[in-house]
């Protein structure tokens, strides 16, 4: 095969976006730096690198949670603290993974790190079973609409791969997950990450586990049916208008779409001016489309010369989305400075459109351990979650977060300081 089919190949490949998660020294970074490590997606001047830490910190084995925790400070104290991205392929599919940090201060980083994720990885200690950072992980990612959830109950070696130890924390699970609502595919798989069992080749410890690996399941686990091809959306980034006699009365609008398909011939409609035109053409880098679906970068041509700007919205006129000024919303609060209190104001950035916002209520907090409201406390700090109603200048193009994962969320952004101190799922 040529170096041009070959690159072309994995441009094709199919891409599943996945977060681990877990309580401190549950394994995460371990667990990955093994995944790289037996898939052989790492380099020998890493290895070798990872093998020289090792001894100089007086490991026992190679540490293979090096390959990920990149920070100083990470290595020194053996935990992760910032969300540490990492890419590799197999000859099946292509990977992104989101190392998150376990420790509650962080949850910030979770949700940053998961926003995107296709699949989440619950890492459970086997000798602690489900705890509450478990139960958080497990909301969060409920929360973030992440649909398929693997739950890893890591570190069987510990409990001499005891069966009925996996069994105990996997009704644990089911008993906690009844009460989420988003989670449609969870898997159990036991593994050593230390040693690489079940995580790239099978276990010959624990010949009752009948299940696939976790790489098996990362490279098949289908997610196709989790974008919404139905509601036809593309947020304008950027209107393209080339100085030059070859392009001289080309018009394209840019962006990446978030929901639906679109074909030359379709009837679309400019929100907020609610313009109607029919798509002309569809370009990319690599010519024209016959279509283009979720989550394709494109630009488009229209029949007509209607005006269409940065923060627009391209929809279908079937089902075009119902404009909002007040919107009901979950939030995260990401500031560990500042506090959100009704009648608050912020900077509201939802897809490509900014506008001005004002909390108009807050209706409750969560105990994320217990999945209670709160309603006696009401003031968010560093990591709260909870609901609340917003009121903004402008309409806001905007569906649920549980019918469409980008147009449904949106950030609140502080007037004076451009600090990013929410984000928010719209109910």
């Not at 992760?80 to 509650?104: E, L, M």
């Not at 969870?186 to 099978?202: K, M, Q, R, W, Y």
Request: charge should be negative.
């Amino acid at each position: 095969m040529s170096e041009t089919n070959t690159a072309a190949g994995y441009l094709d490949m199919d891409l599943l976006r996945f977060t681990t998660a877990g309580s401190v020294d549950d394994g995460k970074s371990t667990l990955i730096g093994r995944l790289l490590y037996d898939s052989k997606a790492i380099f020998e001047d890493q290895l070798e690198a990872v093998e020289k830490s090792s001894k100089s910190r007086g490991d026992e084995h190679i540490n293979l949670a090096l390959l990920t925790d990149g920070l100083r400070s990470e290595r020194e104290q053996g935990i992760t603290i910032d969300v540490a991205y990492r890419y590799f392929a197999t000859p099946k599919r292509k990977f992104i993974i989101a190392d998150t940090p376990g420790h509650t201060q962080y949850t910030r980083n979770m949700v940053t790190g998961a926003s995107t994720a296709n699949l989440a990885i619950l890492l459970v200690d086997a000798r602690k079973g489900i705890i509450e950072q478990t139960c958080r992980h497990a909301f969060i990612a409920n929360l973030l609409r992440i649909q398929h959830v693997v739950v890893c109950i890591n570190k069987m070696d510990l409990v001499e791969w005891d069966e009925s130890t996996y069994n105990a924390i996997v009704d644990d699970f089911k008993r906690f997950s009844s009460r989420l609502d988003n989670i449609v595919d969870i898997t159990f798989i036991p593994a050593s990450a230390l040693l690489g069992d079940n995580i790239v080749e099978e276990s010959r410890n624990m010949p009752w586990y009948k299940g696939s690996t976790l790489l098996y399941h990362l490279e098949t686990v289908y997610i196709g049916g989790d974008e919404n091809h139905i509601d036809a959306r593309l947020p304008i980034q950027w209107v393209i208008r080339p100085h030059s006699d070859k392009w001289h009365d080309f018009r394209g609008f840019a962006g990446r779409i978030a929901g639906g398909v679109f074909k030359p011939g379709d009837k679309v409609k400019v929100l907020p001016s609610g313009f109607e035109s029919t798509v002309k053409a569809i370009h990319t880098m690599e010519g024209k489309l016959q279509e283009a679906f979720a989550p394709m970068s494109i630009a488009l041509t229209l029949e007509d010369e209607i005006d269409v700007s940065r923060g627009d919205m391209l929809v279908k006129l079937n089902n075009p989305p119902e404009p909002k000024q007040s919107i009901e919303a979950m939030i995260c609060w990401f500031s560990a400075d500042k506090q959100l209190v009704g009648r608050g104001k912020y900077i509201l950035r939802h897809t490509e459109k900014e506008v001005k916002a004002l909390i108009q209520e807050v209706r409750y907090k969560v105990n994320i351990n217990t999945l209670h409201k709160i309603e006696d406390d009401l003031v968010f700090t560093h990591n709260d979650i909870g609901r609340i109603t917003i009121h903004t200048s402008a309409p806001l193009m905007a569906d649920s977060y549980r019918r469409n994962r980008i147009t449904g969320s949106f950030v609140l952004i502080d007037e004076q300081t451009n600090e990013t101190v929410a984000a928010g799922m719209i109910i």
